[in-house]
């Protein structure tokens, strides 16, 4: 459970250090849901979120490796994992 609190706190202060980035992608991934929804689906719209979710994923697996680094390895990565999909479960970002 220790471990679990401390990927949490980790990525919290990860997402706080980064919010704008967050933001982004969150932004741009709703936009491209809107269109898509309302039957005007577009390429671009969706080529730009799914940049900026790959933005935000590649700083959280630079900080997955830290994290598992400090905490035990497959066993920290699993914690990370499990954290950042209840945290994050919109922006379908994982470890693996």
Avoid: C, T
């Avoid at 949490?8 to 980064?18: G, K, L, P, T």
């Avoid at 997955?64 to 035990?72: K, M, Q």
């Amino acid at each position: 459970m220790a471990l679990i609190s401390r990927a949490a706190s980790a990525i919290r202060e990860y997402a706080r250090e980064h919010s704008a980035l967050f933001e982004r992608a969150e932004r741009l991934l709703e936009k491209a849901d809107r269109l898509e929804r309302a039957g005007i689906p577009s390429e671009s719209a969706a080529n730009r979120a799914e940049r900026a979710r790959m933005e935000v994923e590649a700083g959280l697996l630079a900080l997955r490796a830290r994290f598992a680094s400090s905490a035990g390895g497959s066993a920290g990565e699993r914690a990370f994992d499990r954290e950042v999909e209840r945290l994050y479960p919109r922006l379908g970002v994982s470890g693996q």
